[in-house]
């Protein structure tokens, strides 16, 4: 199938066919996603939490997201790759954002970034736009902002709605391709893929939204302890691998492995 890019998504929009999204954080997750279809991987600063073992996204750096990012994009033949800009690394301004969407194109060979926030960060949404990085914006629960928002929290409530959608159309009209909402009522996520020309990916957002994105860590059982509400689980990867390492173990100190099959002969 054909390379996915920001205007097959737009396409896909205006069609009116729904598409999924999933992080990524490696190159063998990262073929294995492609090869099954997914058509767009997301090289989330959630990679903090997932794999690097942080507490949270807040300690994500530029260097540690390249490296990711270059392993994804080596592992991907046909999805759209796009990687988050970590914390501290946009929120200076349209300056500051653009000299790290550039990097993550440059050396991280994505094909667009996303970053977190509505009105205030729209001039480094067009920054970057204006200077050929491709934007998919992220409002609603921004957890780069935890601190500020009092903790993982649904946003959107009530009168807080219409803030929200004045923050996603400001994204959209600074030149995102692609908005991602977490967190919020699903029909405060339907208005926003109504009055969205671009699309809008959910997450904790209800089945109103043109596309969804998961954690593919929490979509496939293999993170430890509960999930968000939010979450389907598909796979027990977490159970898996531990039977697998279990009976290794096992094998290696029976001595039952390795066995005739495995030995090299003289
Ligand atoms: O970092 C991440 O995984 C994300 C998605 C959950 C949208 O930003
Ligand atoms: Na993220």
Redesign the pocket.
Known sequence: PRVVRTTTLQRWKDEGRRWAML?AYDALTASVLDEAGVPVL?V???AGTTVLGQPS?IAVTVEEMLVLTRAVVRGTQRALVVA?LPFGSYQQGPAQALATGVRMLKEGGAAAV?LEGGTAVAPAVRALVDAGVPVMG?VGFT?QSEHALGGYRVQGRGESADRLVADALAVQDAGAFAV?V?MVPSAVAARLARELRVPVVG?GAGPGTDAQ?L?VTDMAGLGGGRSPRFVRRYADLRGELARAATAYVADVEEGTFPAAEHEFED
């Open positions: 992080t997301l989330g600063d959630s996204t988050d996303k992220h957890p991602v977490e997450i994105v954690v």
